[in-house]
């Protein structure tokens, strides 16, 4: 019978059954110009991700599927439709002339956008498998093909058998929503020649087969050893293929689930086989116009190339279960489910990519968990699939999320949102300083970025964020009208950055402190962070914590003061939000320089030893247990990035923005890992804001103010930049296409808009340039503060300022 099936690992189109084979390589690849990376072969035994938004699978890039993750230990991967697991995974296997031979060490690993391919040559057949697996959009469903090449010049005859594994449990804090995970049972449906699986106790199923009928079928049998941990069943198909010389066949499966009903799995089950093929069409037409939005062409092509598949692995984490909503989670494998902070990062960096759409889900989301867990304008941090919240909020969640609000609205102009989250922000404040401001000094007390046992008095991201959080407050309440509370909430800012500055500065360190504390609470710090720099072996660490603890003999038990200890990244989170005075964020960022390696910024800093500068090794290699002790990430190493474009500094910024881009596709083809450059989630949401706020909103210097229906440009290229292109940024109902190009001292700017009645605000430094033009014609710039600034309207401006 005829059926469809992939070609070349993309293509999918009618072909023959396994019991009538064709050739197929005279038909055109329409796919040829999907892009595409090839993984590292030492990392074959590493993770892959076939995402999708309702089903993702996890497995090994070499095609088997280990026991891996450690949230709920060793069930972190499989094929996973949250808030249940699916499968463990699947084994497939080929008999031929007496041998067999399972498919379980992949030769290669191929990434794409939507989709990915292992592939395994075994010339004691005579044969070349590829495996092929996408997720489609919406679906409780994968998809998974076998392509078979006989690549001798006489037919041959195989059997081939596919065992699905099923695995159906609840989701890490199942217990708490009464989730308990029963025995599996697997059943022959006769009928649709295909396994339905069912956990005994629940109304948990998934089913998997093939359009092709088996030659045989059975259950409980072991393949090729596999023998996961876990409750699940086996249960296998067998194929009879009949290859002629040089032909090719496909057998695909269809792999579908469903934690409510047998019937919505059977459902899904036939929606995906029969329309596999425009499912895959409509996903690959999907990714490609995420790659169109803010598409970026400059000289670092290896960032260029990072960027654009930043836009794919950020979509990869979206995970969307009806009964609690739509989001961006935070990383996988263990980290698939819903946190406030991350998203107060992330989703920053997703408005400049142009998701709009998932900006507002993700945010309508934790605001709703948010007031159903706490109903206090308090944002939870840690909230799991089956809507059981971990952590209710650390401190710092609650302003950050507040600063989203206004950010998101300076990029929509969406004035119904901004009412309609508004009374959160007021009431997250209020919270804020109410519960949390024990000593009333306007700094907040508790655990903020760092999750570092003692690290809960008054913290500088805290004090930061909450800064940023009422200077952006202040501006919403003008904007709705509350003047006098605008009044306040700026007052309070103006406040908050006196005292970051005053307070939380060391000179000694040339640092924003650690935390503000009491001399007992530092000393309690020191004992453990010498045992920890002591333990990893940081003689210089060890020196300064014992030099510091010397210093604290003569200080009151209670007399509170800023502490540099740990060195964590988080002290430049003051530069981060462009709150430091000049003359100290210049002197930190400097500072901040000494507590890095090639890939990035230290977590924290007394990790860091004298040969950090140089070591490009591996950090997997050398963990025996999951830690991110000794960790450098790309949320920090953004971090530094953001903070050096807001002083001016964007060639230093570019070497952080190099640094990070070292990671990309070190382990996982077109991803880069939460721990660089190899440990950690395989991918991570708030990697997007490390590189989207420097490249978009610093480098190119794209400012967007929709509710006034204007975009200012402040752009400010690193040295080794001459040219530089940014299309289809959204800002509004407006996008934006930007070239960027310098020669000697005259710098052009070529800008198209889609709506031609609103402003573009040309901005830069004072003096720079003594001659502006404007489409050939001489323009007079207006002063404004420390800048030039040039408003041009039109949907085509061409600006030429020549120093």
């Known amino acids: 019978m005829k059926r469809l099936c992939f070609l070349g690992g993309l293509l999918l189109l009618q072909c023959t059954a396994p019991s009538d084979p064709a050739t197929q390589a005279s038909r055109p690849d329409r796919f040829a110009d999907v892009p595409s990376l090839t993984g590292r072969p030492a990392y074959l035994r590493s993770p892959f991700l076939t995402a999708g938004d309702r089903v993702y699978l996890v497995g090994h890039q070499d095609g088997q599927f280990p026991d891996l993750g450690w949230h709920v230990t060793g069930e972190m991967g499989g094929l996973w439709d949250h808030p249940i697991k699916l499968l463990d995974g699947f084994v497939a296997e080929l008999t031929a002339e007496g041998r067999t031979v399972c498919l379980t060490e992949a030769d290669t690993f191929r990434n794409y956008p939507f989709a990915n391919a292992h592939l395994y040559r075994i010339p004691e057949m005579g044969l070349r498998v590829e495996r092929m697996q996408f997720v489609p959009d919406g679906k409780e469903a994968l998809v998974v093909d076998y392509t078979f090449t006989n690549e001798r010049d006489t037919?041959?005859?195989?059997?081939?058998?596919?065992?699905?594994?099923?695995?159906?449990?609840?989701?890490?804090?199942?217990?708490?929503?009464?989730?308990?995970?029963?025995?599996?049972?697997?059943?022959?449906?006769?009928?649709?020649?295909?396994?339905?699986?069912?956990?005994?106790?629940?109304?948990?199923?998934?089913?998997?087969?093939?359009?092709?009928?088996?030659?045989?079928?059975?259950?409980?049998?072991?393949?090729?050893?596999?023998?996961?941990?876990?409750?699940?069943?086996?249960?296998?198909?067998?194929?009879?293929?009949?290859?002629?010389?040089?032909?090719?066949?496909?057998?695909?499966?269809?792999?579908?689930?469903?934690?409510?009903s047998r019937q919505a799995a059977l459902a899904t089950y036939e929606d995906v086989q029969t329309n596999a093929a425009a499912l895959l069409e409509a996903k690959r037409t999907r990714y490609a116009r995420l790659a169109q939005q803010s598409e970026l062409s400059i000289p670092d092509k290896e960032i260029q190339q990072a960027f654009a598949w930043l836009k794919y692995s950020t979509d990869w984490l979206v995970r969307e279960v009806p009964e609690q909503g739509r989001g961006l989670s935070a990383g996988l494998p263990d980290y698939p489910w819903w946190f406030g902070v991350d998203n107060a990062y992330a989703l920053k960096g997703v408005l400049a990519i142009g998701q709009t759409d998932l900006v507002y889900r993700t945010i309508a989301l934790i605001h709703q968990l948010s007031d159903s867990a706490n109903g206090n304008g308090r944002i939870v941090h840690e909230v799991s699939t089956n809507g059981a919240v971990f952590n209710p909020g650390n401190v710092n969640e609650t302003p950050q999320f507040a600063s989203l609000i206004w950010t998101v609205y300076e990029w929509t102009g969406d004035r119904a949102f901004l009412e309609r989250y508004y009374p959160t922000v007021k009431e997250g404040l209020d919270w804020l300083m109410t519960e949390n401001d024990r000593d009333g000094n306007l700094l907040p007390d508790g655990f903020g970025m760092m999750e570092i046992h003692g690290l809960n008095s008054e913290m500088v991201d805290v004090a930061a964020y909450t800064q940023r959080a009422f200077a952006d407050a202040a501006a919403m309440a003008q904007e709705l009208?509350?003047?006098?509370?605008?009044?306040?909430?700026?007052?309070?800012?103006?406040?908050?950055?006196?005292?970051?500055?005053?307070?939380?500065?060391?000179?000694?360190?040339?640092?924003?402190?650690?935390?503000?504390?009491?001399?007992?609470?530092?000393?309690?710090?020191?004992?453990?962070?010498?045992?920890?720099?002591?333990?990893?072996?940081?003689?210089?660490?060890?020196?300064?914590?014992?030099?510091?603890?010397?210093?604290?003999?003569?200080?009151?038990?209670?007399?509170?003061?800023?502490?540099?200890?740990?060195?964590?990244?988080?002290?430049?989170?003051?530069?981060?939000?462009?709150?430091?005075?000049?003359?100290?964020?210049?002197?930190?960022?400097?500072?901040?320089?000494?507590?890095?390696?090639?890939?990035?910024?230290?977590?924290?800093?007394?990790?860091?030893?004298?040969?950090?500068?140089?070591?490009?090794?591996?950090?997997?290699?050398?963990?025996?247990?999951?830690?991110?002790?000794?960790?450098?990430?790309?949320?920090?190493?953004?971090?530094?990035?953001?903070?050096?474009?807001?002083?001016?500094?964007?060639?230093?910024?570019?070497?952080?923005?190099?640094?990070?881009?070292?990671?990309?596709?070190?382990?996982?083809?077109?991803?880069?890992?939460?721990?660089?450059?190899?440990?950690?989630?395989?991918?991570?949401?708030?990697?997007?804001?490390?590189?989207?706020?420097?490249?978009?909103?610093?480098?190119?210097?794209?400012?967007?103010?929709?509710?006034?229906?204007?975009?200012?440009?402040?752009?400010?290229?690193?040295?080794?930049?001459?040219?530089?292109?940014?299309?289809?940024?959204?800002?509004?109902d407006n996008a934006l296409d930007m070239q960027y190009y310098r020669t000697g001292g005259e710098i052009e700017l070529q800008l198209h808009q889609r709506q031609a009645d609103w402003s573009l605000e040309v901005a830069f430094p004072a003096g720079k340039f003594a001659r502006w033009e404007q489409d050939g014609k001489v323009v007079t710039p207006r002063r404004e503060g420390n800048f030039d600034v040039w408003v041009a309207e039109g949907r085509d401006v061409g600006l030429r300022l020549t120093e």
């Open 155 to 260: 037919a041959q005859a195989y059997t081939f058998r596919w065992t699905g594994v099923s695995d159906l449990r609840p989701v890490w804090l199942g217990e708490r929503t009464g989730m308990v995970d029963s025995t599996d049972r697997a059943t022959w449906d006769e009928a649709g020649q295909r396994w339905v699986v069912q956990d005994a106790g629940n109304p948990w199923y998934v089913v998997f087969g093939s359009e092709t009928d088996p030659s045989a079928h059975a259950s409980g049998e072991a393949s090729c050893a596999y023998q996961p941990a876990g409750r699940g069943v086996s249960a296998s198909l067998r194929y009879n293929l009949h290859l002629p010389p040089r032909a090719t066949v496909h057998v695909m499966f269809t792999v579908a689930g469903s934690y409510r």
């Open 481 to 732: 009208g509350e003047d006098s509370l605008a009044r306040r909430y700026a007052d309070l800012a103006a406040q908050l950055r006196r005292k970051i500055n005053d307070d939380f500065w060391v000179p000694a360190f040339r640092s924003y402190a650690d935390f503000i504390g009491t001399t007992e609470q530092a000393r309690h710090l020191i004992d453990d962070a010498l045992i920890r720099a002591d333990t990893l072996h940081k003689p210089w660490a060890v020196d300064e914590l014992q030099a510091t603890r010397r210093a604290l003999a003569s200080y009151p038990a209670q007399q509170k003061q800023g502490f540099v200890l740990h060195h964590n990244w988080v002290v430049n989170t003051p530069m981060e939000m462009g709150i430091a005075d000049t003359a100290k964020a210049l002197a930190a960022l400097e500072t901040g320089h000494r507590f890095v390696n090639p890939y990035g910024v230290f977590v924290t800093g007394i990790d860091r030893d004298e040969t950090a500068g140089e070591d490009e090794s591996s950090f997997a290699q050398h963990q025996k247990v999951f830690t991110y002790t000794g960790a450098v990430m790309t949320l920090p190493t953004g971090v530094q990035a953001i903070a050096e474009n807001n002083y001016g500094r964007p060639d230093q910024a570019l070497d952080y923005l190099r640094r990070m881009t070292r990671s990309f596709s070190f382990a996982l083809p077109g991803s880069l890992y939460e721990v660089s450059p190899d440990f950690g989630m395989m991918a991570q949401a708030w990697t997007i804001y490390s590189f989207a706020v420097p490249l978009v909103q610093q480098f190119f210097g794209i400012r967007p103010r929709a509710y006034a229906q204007t975009i200012r440009l402040q752009p400010q290229m690193p040295s080794a930049w001459n040219e530089a292109r940014l299309a289809n940024v959204k800002v509004g």
